[in-house]
């Protein structure tokens, strides 16, 4: 097959685009945070916001983590650094998952109907950054890779849902009937499975080894702010699975390069969490 | 995340009610969209280049809050208008 002039002009465009000056050499995670104080600065905020929420104080942590939020758009038009901007918009999609989620209550719809709106505005801000930034869906970790794989990781959803739910009663009840047992799992798996893995194992690196880290130093802090969003649980056994749940999740992602699997593990886990008690009980 | 995020606000919501955590919560994301939309405008004042960074970005950062501002909205209507 040759090549036309056309299709020669598109690839080198494209590697001309993708050309990075700081792509042959990679941070280590702590050359990163030391390059990038703005950052550190923010995401302990929204770590320490993440604190209040666990401890009760919710409209505390919507303030602060708007406080984040406008310290973010102003170090924005501070920073001369594309790349540098990338980051902090995914710490962004981090502070207003936690402002919707608390913010904007529904009195209706059962315990699924928040996961599903919190989800849609958060995907819709990922599908927003990710052209803006110029992330591939592989760069985010949306490929197939080995389906043989991706079944196995997932079907480890299972134990990890039998030990959830053992550890941690009190989940999302499901309203009964079918419609509503169809409606909660493909909101599980669309609207919090694929939305948390996208954003802290999917974006977070992509953003990373765009500003110069390693693809590892943005899994790694994808991973903590995912287990700092877990604190609001107050549930400590629950906590302690998922701190090692979450850094297998790390190394599958670093593994595979596909965020895939995972979605599927934590989609099949929290479907389990959320069914298990109800049909013990019932 | 967004699993655990119910949790905590039908907490806050049982312990506040709706009006309380509208009028609160609500109100800081309303703050957060006039603030940014606001800034928007004045960075499309300043010029294309900053147009074009920041205008963008705040883009991105305003779409899920404006489907927050939504809910919220529609939480007050429904609460005022259901039984």
């Known amino acids: 097959m040759t090549a036309t002039g056309a299709d020669l002009g598109r690839r080198l465009g494209r590697e001309l685009r993708d050309l990075d000056p700081r792509a042959a050499w990679r941070m280590s995670p702590r050359q990163w945070a030391a390059a990038n104080p703005g950052f550190v600065v923010f995401g302990g905020a929204i770590l320490g916001a993440e604190l209040l929420t666990a401890f009760g104080f919710g409209v505390a942590a919507v303030a602060v983590n708007g406080l984040v939020l406008v310290g973010l758009v102003v170090l924005a038009a501070l920073v001369e650094d594309e790349p540098i901007l990338g980051s902090l918009i995914a710490l962004a999609m981090v502070a207003i998952e936690r402002i919707i989620s608390i913010a904007a209550p529904l009195p209706f719809g059962g315990e699924m109907l928040p996961i599903a709106t919190t989800g849609a505005c958060i995907l819709l801000g990922v599908a927003m950054a990710a052209p803006r930034l110029g992330l591939s869906r592989q760069a985010l970790g949306l490929r197939a890779g080995n389906p043989r794989a991706l079944l196995l990781v997932g079907l480890a959803g299972i134990p990890l849902g039998l030990l959830g739910a053992l550890l941690f009663g009190s989940f999302p009840a499901v309203e009964p009937g079918a419609l509503a047992f169809v409606g909660s799992v493909v909101t599980l798996f669309l609207f919090a499975a694929l939305v948390e893995e996208l954003v802290f194992r999917g974006l977070f690196p992509a953003v990373v080894v765009r500003a110069g880290g390693d693809e590892r130093t943005g899994i790694l802090a994808g991973t903590a702010f995912w287990i700092a969003a877990l604190l609001p649980t107050l549930s400590a056994p629950y906590i302690a699975l998922m701190i090692p749940t979450g850094i297998w999740f790390a190394a599958v992602r670093l593994k595979t390069g596909s965020v895939l699997g995972t979605t599927l593990a934590r989609g099949v886990m929290l479907v389990i969490m959320v069914t298990l008690p109800a049909a013990v009980a019932g | ?83």
């Not at chain 2, 949790?7 to 309380?20: C, E, K, P, R």
């Not at chain 2, 939480?75 to 039984?83: G, H, I, K, T």
């Open chain 2, 1 to 83: 995340m967004t699993t655990v995020a119910p949790a905590a606000a039908s907490d806050l919501l049982s312990l506040m009610g709706l009006d309380a955590v509208t009028s609160t919560a609500g109100v800081v994301v309303l703050l957060l969209v006039a603030g940014l939309l606001l800034a928007r405008e004045i960075a499309r004042a300043r010029g294309p280049r900053e147009l074009v960074r920041v205008a963008r970005t705040i883009d991105i950062i305003m779409a899920p809050l404006l489907g927050a501002f939504l809910i919220i909205v529609t939480s007050r209507l429904l609460n005022l208008v259901l039984p």
